[in-house]
Structure formats: C-alpha cells, structure tokens
C-alpha cells in the first residue's frame, strides 16, 4: 500500500487514526501493531510470514546473547547468517544464478522468487537490535509484541528511514502525542505527499518516457534532460517518502531521523552521502565502517575500508552490476577526496568561483552515478553516458521525438519548483516566525494536498522506485 495512494489517504489511514485517538494510551501499541500488519499483509499477504520469521530470529538471538554472554558471539554468529541469509536468497539469489552460470557456461534454472516489499529496510533494523544488544548498548527486548512494533511500524516500514531500536525504545513506551508533534507531523506528510505527486511523478513520466528508448533514439540534450529528470525523480520520491514517514510518526508519537539534507547543494560526494539517505549512511558507517576499523587504522585500510562499505552500499540497493558499479563509482570518488583531503579544503574559505566549481563537479559525478543506478543494463548505461558527452554516432533523421514530446509548459514548470526547492530556500521561508506568514502557509500547505489528492484521482501513473530495494 502506497502512501499516495487513495486506499493509504482516505480509509487505512483515517480509520487507524480514530482507533488511535478512541483507545486508551495503554492499547495504542496494539492499534499500531495491528494496522502495521494490516498495511504489510495488504500487499503481499504471503510475504507477512518471512518478516514475522525475521522478527523471531532477532528475538529470541538477542535474548540468547543478553543472557548467555560467555556464547554470544555464537549467537549472533548464527543470528546475522539467517537474516543475511534470507536477504540473499530473497533479494539475490537469482543474481548469483545468472552470474554462475555466465561464469561457469551452466544452465541452472533460476527460482519464482518474488523479492518481499521492504525487506532490505527491515532486515537492516532488526541487525542493528540485535549487534547493539551484543555490544551492550540496549537490553534485549522480552516483549516479544513490542519488538514487532518495532520492526514493523508502518510509517517506516518499506522504505525506512532505517531506526535504530535504541532510538526508539523509550517511545516505544511512553511518547507524548500532542497537538503540536501532530500538528507538525500532518504538515510534514502533506509536504512529502505534494513533492512524491507533483514533483517526483511529473519527473518520472520524463525520464521514463527517454529511458524506454534506445540511446541512439534521442538527442544529447535529450539525454541530459532524462538523466537531470531522473535525478529530481529519485531525490523527490525517496525524500517525499521519507517526509511522510516522518511526519506518521510524529502524528503517533515517534521521533525519526532525518534522511535527507539538501544533498543537490553538496560541493563534494563525501559531502553528498552526508545529506542522501542518512539513515543508511549512518547504518553502514556504525555497523560496517567503525567495526573495519574506520579512521582508527592506515590511510591504506582506511581506503580499503571506504570501497568496502560503497560497494555493500550499491549492493544493498539491488541484484544487479549496474548498482554494485554505481556504488563502487560514488566509493572511488570518495576514496580520492580523501587522498587531496578535500574535508581539510572546506574548512576554509574560498570564492564563490571556486564553490561554483566544486558544486558543478559533484552534481555531474551524482548525476552520472544516476544514469548509471536507473540503466536496465551496463551496455545501456555505457551507451546512453556516451550520448549524454557526444561520444555515441548519432542520425538525427532516426530521432523518435521532438523536445516538445517530453516538456509542455507545466513540466518546465514544475523543472524550476524542482530545481528551487532542492535548495534550503523554502525551507528558511517556513522557518520565519510571523503569524501572517504562518496563516499563508497552512493555506498553501492545504491547496498542495488538494492538488496531490487531485493528481492521484486522476492518474494512474504512481511509481515507487525504492518499492524495487
């Protein structure tokens, strides 16, 4: 069940609300377990017992570990190989199929293995219980229904942001729910609805209308504006998501973390991934990084240790090259501003020429890594890069369409909200304290969702790009 979805806005959502607002606070936990596996089951009915079998595994292996420490390395052994082991054979088994048998010219059969919604996200969440029960860090946790909570909560459920339970375990048992965390968490949810409707599905409608072609069917500008369109789609979609995730939450009580910070106005990719996807950056760097050794070893490992976390990170997305290439492209550019020690460099002060330059060339690394990360395939992504430079042989008499096929007055429109609200402008506008501003704003809030909500009725087109991780 989507969240822009009419099923999500106007039944699911306002029937848990009044079950939330007519129990009694010690039965909202329930409410919220119950509608969260309502929400999963709504979709893949099947699929609800590989999570609830992900959740026993955690459960009772963080038990096992809090209470028999002289064996816990043993068990959270055996803890992390049966969720790393399902996330394998659920999400890419497949994969490794296909590639044996290009490797070893065999003809192994593949499996009818549909990938269960979500399970990257909450498989990741259940390893971080569990290794920071082992680490000391939170005690395991006995009630078995409030770990599902925790695993299952709706607002994060399929697309995160990833929580850590440390983070949550107190609200888990008493949160505060009110008027102003609600206030601001339907603000919020409105807001991330109007930027997944209105920005990321006009985008996606360009960019699926130019990558559905082959890359000798188009023009380079053509090319550019599928790679530009692409990236506003990712970047509205997954953080419009994440805005509804964290506004639901604070609409029950729950405090997420932010996921995304303006990441389009970084002047570097070390800066980039320390505004894009903050949850999981945070997850690889806590649970992959730091145990490698993190900072704490040789420039050498350091490297070595930064490649391996980009390339789990291009994995984690999906069973493909063109992700684990995607990763390892953001890793070595990572790897190099580490070597000219670019954090030293944005710690003084320079000319607007030279924070010009720095922008231009980490939007063009971000960009090509997203041709790359939206490419069927890597011959597809070679070519349509090649297009996208002038380095592809071209007949312009074989183009399908004309510019005007792809952009109308209202795609332009919507390219500049796109480009404007990617900066913290809005965002600074919102923050100015003045109550005739605040009346203007809770109007506009209120036109956007009656917008969105018209949108949605009216089409059929709304994709979910991280629904695929």
């Not at 419009?240 to 973390?257: H, P, Q, T, V």
Request: net charge positive.
């Amino acid at each position: 069940m989507l969240f822009s979805s009419t099923t999500f806005l106007f039944i699911f959502l306002p029937i848990v609300l009044l079950a939330y607002l007519i129990t009694k606070k010690e039965l909202h936990n329930s409410v919220l377990l119950i509608a969260s596996i309502i929400f999963y089951a709504w979709g893949e009915p099947k699929y609800l017992a590989i999570m609830l079998l992900t959740i026993l595994v955690n459960y009772y292996g963080a038990l096992l570990i809090f209470k028999k420490p002289e064996q816990k390395k043993l068990y959270l052994f055996f803890t992390i190989i049966i969720n790393i082991g399902l996330l394998i054979y659920f999400k890419y088994f497949n994969f490794l199929i296909t590639n044996f048998n290009n490797l070893f010219h065999a003809e192994i059969n593949h499996l009818k293995i549909i990938m269960p919604i979500g399970i990257s996200f909450y498989t990741f969440q259940a390893l971080s219980y569990v290794i920071d029960v082992y680490r000391g860090e939170c005690k395991a946790q006995e009630d078995i229904y409030k770990l599902t909570l925790y695993v299952c909560l709706f607002p994060q459920l399929i697309a995160g942001p990833i929580v850590k339970y440390i983070d949550v375990e107190e609200q888990i048992d008493t949160r505060d729910v009110n008027f102003d965390n609600v206030s601001l968490g339907i603000k919020r949810f409105i807001i991330g609805l109007a930027k997944k409707v209105l920005i990321a599905n006009t985008m996606g409608a360009i960019a699926d209308k130019i990558f559905i072609q082959d890359p000798d069917s188009f023009s380079s500008p053509i090319a550019w504006l599928g790679a530009f369109a692409y990236s506003f789609q990712l970047f509205y979609d997954f953080s419009g998501y994440s805005d509804m995730a964290i506004g639901l939450g604070l609409i029950f009580g729950f405090r997420f973390m932010e996921n995304f910070n303006y990441p389009y106005i970084s002047k570097s990719i070390t800066e980039f991934w320390r505004r894009w996807h903050i949850s999981l950056s945070t997850w690889f760097k806590e649970y992959v990084y730091i145990p490698l050794g993190g900072n704490r070893v040789s420039q050498g490992k350091i490297l070595r240790n930064l490649i391996i976390v980009f390339l789990l990170t291009g994995i984690w997305h999906g069973a493909e090259w063109t992700f684990v290439i995607w990763g390892i492209w953001h890793g070595l550019f990572i790897v190099l501003e580490k070597i000219l020690n670019l954090k030293k460099y944005d710690e003084q002060k320079h000319g607007w020429l030279t924070s010009t330059i720095r922008h231009l060339y980490c939007i063009l690394v971000f960009i090509i890594g997203w041709v790359i990360f939206r490419a069927v395939n890597l011959k597809y992504a070679i070519n349509y890069l090649m297009n996208m430079f002038g380095l592809l042989e071209l007949e312009p008499g074989k183009f399908l369409y004309k510019t005007s096929y792809y952009l109308g007055s209202m795609e332009i429109l919507v390219f500049i909200i796109a480009l404007v609200c990617s900066t913290p402008i809005f965002k600074n506008i919102l923050e100015i304290n003045y109550k005739p501003q605040k009346a203007l704003i809770n109007i506009w809030l209120l036109v956007l969702f009656f917008l969105s909500t018209i949108s949605i009725a009216a089409s059929t087109y709304n994709p979910f790009i991280y629904f695929r991780f």
